[in-house]
């Protein structure tokens, strides 16, 4: 989707990770890579792993085995982190009484960065308006935009977005989509995890798809709607019975959704239409289904056949 | 290191807590000046008179002492709670992933703006407490004589007080029971261990927090009304006392580390 200018982005690589909060395994020896100049969808379930991933990688928590590395470094070992990774991690993490400018001040200071970004970034947002005002008097739209301006105060070549379109009403939806695309266009890594899907799937150029932990599937958006899409055809007729006979005896998988609606697995258009027109199948419809980014998500996470459907790259 | 501490320097000042215990500091100060001259004049009939011994010269100079017992462990309190109150904690070991530059920047700060708070609290009485003194017929310089005795004390027992407050939020992080432990402990606690170690054990308990700092802020304490009222307390030397409230402050900061800041933060 993107054409990145010269990168100016880092890879973050997520090999092996994993962790345990007690008996729980939230992170599964998750393995993935986001590239430069791209804009990765980190997608998932409640629960998925997401966010305790993204925070392994900030360094907040400590993995019980793995790594993740941004340019081949830990966060805590990078001589510059806020000048090289940008974080957005919950747009609740503000005093109240603190004026926005000061917060960014403040921030801007613990990164070593010219407090005069704190202006540069408030204008990025769209906040100069409300820099005096405090915190605590801001919408939770705003305070995701204040969020945002936090993590590009140092001018940072990687983006971590947790979540960044809570809140956002649809105009700060949009804009937050093509200021992503724009910054990925200027060659920074950006990895954002979201589970508004619609919306991701104009975002997004890659996606990281994990369910209880686990990778389910990493690639393209394209390869893997691609796969998916080709996966799951839905046949409506009203010889169901005949179409899963022979269905059944040319060895393809299926699931009889209704009376007169069979879901046709692993075939494309191009494999079915021919098998119907040869047993001469009446059909009233034949839709291809799983061809956007909701559906695949909900058939990966939901355990559907993702691991022969669309694998890992 | 540098970017850390004015970054927090920035922080504690936009946190309004600190304001209100710097604006609680003032009256505070001007109600143990109160009671000073009325000591000197004797309590009973509410004469007033100027200080002439060298304890009431030392009270009057020290008369922020009593507020700082108890201000300067909250401002600890609220430098490092605010921050798990307000969640803040997450975006601050983001932008300083390496946490011992963030607890080394909060002592730092913390001593900072105890140390203004001393200096505040003698500025209140130079201010008012001599003029005050001096129209009761008292002699100004025979006051500012003992300043020498009494300065140094009062400062590094407010910082030391604040290194207290901090180190009890860090061990507990909340910033109701952080308070609650700092003050309930000085205040209530405290007396009622003393009490029991001499009247069960016949045992001076003076290594608890504020019969440590009384020791280090001296004649403040032993006089009556800065501080400590008992006069029967063998108090440690005034190194001794020093060090065993500089242990009061690092014990559980260094326990606050381990047990709370190293751990995950989700």
């Known amino acids: 989707m993107s054409t990145p200018s010269p990168s100016r982005g880092l890879p973050i690589e997520i090999s092996e990770l994993t962790k345990h909060f007690g008996s729980v395994l939230a ?94 970034v408030l204008d990025l947002v769209g906040l100069t308006a409300d820099a005096q005002r405090k915190v605590g008097g801001f919408s939770m739209g705003m305070r995701q935009r204040l969020e945002l301006a936090s993590a590009l105060i140092g001018d940072p070549d990687v983006l971590i977005l947790d979540e960044p379109s809570n809140g956002l009403d649809p105009q700060g939806i949009a804009w937050l989509r093509d200021f992503m695309r724009y910054l990925a266009g200027e060659g920074r890594t950006i990895l954002v995890s979201s589970h508004l899907l619609a919306e991701m799937a104009q975002t997004i150029d890659d996606a990281v798809i994990v369910s209880h932990g686990q ?27 005949r179409l899963c006979a022979v269905l059944t005896e040319a060895g393809v998988r299926f699931r009889r959704l209704s009376v007169d609606l069979v879901a046709v697995d692993g075939m494309t258009p191009e494999q079915l239409g021919p098998l119907l027109a ?24 939901a355990g559907l056949g993702f691991g022969e459907l669309a694998q890992p790259t | ?23 609680l500091a003032f009256p505070l100060t001007a109600l143990i000046m109160w009671a000073v001259f009325a000591s000197a004049g004797g309590f009973p009939g509410h004469t007033y008179s100027f200080v002439s011994t060298v304890n009431q010269k030392r009270d009057l100079l020290g008369a922020g002492y009593f507020g700082i017992t108890f201000l300067a462990p909250v401002l600890g309190v609220i430098c490092i709670t605010s921050e798990y109150r307000h969640k803040t904690i997450t975006s601050t070991f983001v932008l300083t992933p390496r946490r011992e530059r963030v607890l080394a920047a909060k002592m730092l700060v913390t ?9 505040l609290s003698l500025v ?35 910082i030391l007080f604040g290194l207290f407050g901090l180190g009890f939020g860090t061990l507990v992080k909340n910033q109701v029971t952080g308070i609650l432990l700092t003050i309930g402990g000085t205040f209530i606690l405290e007396p009622l261990l003393v009490a029991l170690a001499r009247g069960v054990f016949h045992y001076d308990l003076n290594w608890l927090p504020s019969a440590a700092a009384a020791a280090l802020a001296g004649s403040l304490a032993r006089g009556g009304l800065g501080g400590n009222h008992d006069v029967t307390t063998h108090y440690l030397p005034w190194w001794a006392g020093g060090l065993v409230m500089l242990a009061w402050g690092l014990i559980p900061l260094a326990l606050g580390y381990f047990t709370t800041v190293r751990r995950d933060v989700t």
């Open chain 1, 27 to 120: 992170v599964d020896h998750l393995d993935f890579v986001v590239e430069p100049g791209r804009v990765t969808g980190f997608l998932g379930p409640n629960g998925s792993g997401k966010t305790t991933t993204l925070r392994m990688l900030l360094g907040l928590v400590t993995p019980n085995a793995g790594r993740a590395t941004i340019g081949g470094r830990f966060y805590r070992d990078l001589p510059d982190p806020s000048g090289t990774v940008g974080a957005v991690l919950e747009a609740t993490s503000f005093h109240p009484a603190r004026r926005a400018r000061t917060h960014l001040r403040m921030v801007a200071r613990a990164g070593g960065h010219d407090e005069a970004r704190a202006d540069v």
């Open chain 1, 215 to 241: 990778l389910k599937a990493q690639g393209t958006l394209e390869s893997i709607t691609a796969g998916v899409a080709q996966a799951s055809m839905h046949a409506r007729t009203p010889e169901a019975d």
């Open chain 1, 278 to 301: 040869t047993n001469q199948i009446i059909l009233y419809e034949l839709t291809n289904e799983g061809a956007d980014l909701e559906s695949i998500f909900l058939s990966l996470t």
């Open chain 2, 1 to 23: 290191m540098i970017d850390t501490v004015r970054s927090e320097l920035l922080k504690i000042r936009s946190v309004p807590g600190v304001w209100v215990c710097f604006g």
């Open chain 2, 111 to 119: 001593g900072w703006w105890c140390l203004l708070m001393a200096l």
């Open chain 2, 124 to 158: 209140v009485v130079i201010a008012a407490g001599l003029p005050w003194n001096a129209a009761l017929g008292g002699v100004t310089s025979q006051v500012t004589a003992q300043l020498g005795a009494v300065v140094p004390g009062l400062v590094v027992a407010s």
